[in-house]
């Protein structure tokens, strides 16, 4: 037992009702939900087809997640990884706006459900919903405004790579302000992978995700705590990795993985934050250069530890063996630093007690 409280920072409840049925296409949505319809797919591909069949395989696993009822069955799922006081970031998401068919239930429904479920006894103070906002809704504010001023939400959900800039007009001038105004934490995906709008799937949508977008959001608005989740993604590690060259400033620029680890060491952003989720399942080759990383001081200071369940259904390891490997890779106290007292400060602004 620790005697410190382990914050996972990025979390996911949402359903298969809760996605667009025409996302990526039609074919696949109604694939996904029949588990045996995947199977087949899968058990006839892993034949001629190894990889593909596999990673039908594991798309089957991520989707059997997906299928059940309710946010609070998924919530269900992954409690036992965790222990009993563990606190959950929940992030959810809202793809219908960004050139889909509405979902059966849409993203004011999902967050009415998470609202009642951060409200049950059974899950008191164990999740911390984030309201989601897509500016391409042109209701966005003011549902993010409800989340917060009604439901007691505790922070705010981009995803650029929908099909909008994190420098849109709407959260420029709207959303930003009120979350310096009423001290909300920022979380935005970062990385090359996930889901994406119609029509910025590859190098568009990629583009608007970059780290370098939150320069001008981070000069404009200094008190705002921004984290860009996946420290630039598992794609971005494995050029990293291969070498990128470290005197080559166009190399580096490119590679988000160490644009982010610039931008933070620099000292420029002293409120910008980064998360692992995702990112360590690919534990055995990113691990050596996580453990490396954090040995910077400033850079200890603002990652957070995060998993990004569901998703990481997908792959072997489950929560329970990425948070141990990584607690004991790092220390003890690192792992502290990063599942404890990073966290506190960037959802609250403050140091833990």
Known sequence: MTD???????LHLFTLDHVPEDFPVAIVGAIRKNPKLIRFFSNILVGPF???????EKLGRMAAVGQLKSQQQVLRSVLPQYPDDARFVVLPMDIAASGYKEAPKDIAAQHRELFELSKDPAFKDRILPFAKVNPR???????????IEEYGFHGLKIYPKLGYDPRDPMLMSKVYPYCVDHNIPVMSHCSRGGV??????GKVGQDLGSPRNYERVLKEFPELRVCLAHFGGSDEWDDYIAGIDPL?????SRNWVATIRDMITSGDFPNLYTDISYTMFDFEENIPFLSVFLENDKLRDRVLFGSDYYMTKQEDLSERAVSM??????GGDTFRQIAHVNPTRWLTGTEPA
């Open 196 to 201: 994406y709008g119609r029509g910025f799937k």
């Open 137 to 147: 809704r042109a209701d966005a504010f003011d549902e993010f405004r409800r989340c």
């Open 50 to 56: 190894r990889e593909l069949g596999l990673q039908v």
């Open 248 to 252: 080559d400033a166009q190399s580096r």
């Open 325 to 330: 490997r990584l607690r004991h890779a790092l």
């Open 4 to 10: 410190y409280r382990i914050t996972n920072c990025h």
